[in-house]
């Protein structure tokens, strides 16, 4: 059998992914939801919808940066079985698929970053890097290769093929909270700015902001991406420590996911929160700022 890059599209290919398992299905579901926004021009918007907005949005950025990102595409951090299922309820709530097929791809973009490989690389193009991508056959799989650790939970299978259950529960509470507005400002508005936050992170990213590390791919540290983002704007420095359950490496780069890690640690839901060694936060490059 061939082995490689080939070997692993194919062996991808096989996994069950249910709803969303081909780049139609996701385009049609995709475009939907930020069709679904213009809504709003009927509907208006009163302070109740702002507010559910705020809360639909934050609590599923919360479950994409802890969960999906710095849990199970990195093992930043340990929790029980029973927490680790919440993070993945939280980051399926985001409509960003399921848990094995996100992390599984993250890992991917880490191996090839800006090469030869990468999902979702700025040098085939702003579009591609920030969209594009998730409309790629290539992609559309869980590359179960990637993500075996996780893969023996059945709990995660079942999720990551009945992905589309969370955002369905979410969108109909959002409907039974505030009616046709609740639906459209708590899950079709939340969910599209969830979308462009996250994605900002795999384009803006990768083009504008500054270098601290000498990492080998184009990462770059974004105070306004981590802003919106809950901490995964300070890029560079997760590139140079992919492990850490903080990324932003100094004080003054705020983190919002990893200050709520803080307190769930204090709680006891969480333990064994990784941080960067303090002989890799010195290793800068002596030029601390590149052109975009």
């Not at 069950?16 to 579901?29: F, K, T, Y």
């Not at 994605?199 to 590390?213: C, D, E, I, K, T």
């Not at 003054?252 to 709680?267: M, Q, S």
Request: with cysteine; net charge positive.
């Amino acid at each position: 059998m061939d082995s490689g890059p080939v070997r692993s599209v194919h062996a991808a290919a096989a996994a069950p992914d249910g709803a969303l398992a081909s780049s139609r299905s996701v385009a049609i579901a995709y475009w939907g939801v930020h069709l679904g926004c213009l809504l709003a021009f009927y509907t208006g918007v009163s302070a109740a919808d702002l507010a559910l907005l705020a809360a639909t949005f934050s609590f599923r950025v919360f479950g994409i940066t802890a969960g999906y990102h710095r849990y199970f595409a990195h093992k930043s951090f340990r929790t029980s079985r029973g927490f680790q299922f919440v993070l993945a309820l939280l980051g399926a709530s985001a409509t960003q698929k399921g848990p094995l097929w996100w992390a599984g791809l993250h890992r991917r973009h880490h191996a090839y970053a800006d090469r030869e490989g990468d999902v979702h690389s700025p040098k085939q193009g702003f579009w591609y890097a920030h969209q594009g991508w998730i409309f790629d056959p290539r992609w559309t799989a869980t590359p179960e290769e990637q993500i075996r650790d996780f893969s023996q939970h059945p709990e995660l299978v079942w999720l990551n093929r009945w992905h589309v259950v969370p955002p369905v529960v979410l969108a109909v509470a959002c409907f039974a909270v505030g009616g046709l507005s609740g639906l459209v400002f708590g899950y079709f508005i939340s969910t599209t700015l969830l979308w462009h936050a996250t994605y900002s992170v795999n384009s803006l990213a990768h083009r504008f902001g500054s270098r601290r590390y000498e990492t080998p791919d184009t990462s770059r540290n974004n105070f306004w991406i981590a802003l919106i983002t809950f901490g995964e704007g300070w890029h560079n420095n997760h590139h140079h420590y992919m492990r850490s359950a903080r990324q932003g490496f100094f004080w003054w780069e705020i983190d919002v996911t990893y200050y709520c890690l803080r307190a769930l640690a204090a709680l006891g839901v969480v333990w064994d929160l990784r941080e960067p060694p303090a002989a890799l936060l010195e290793a800068r490059t002596p030029r601390l700022r590149d052109a975009a």
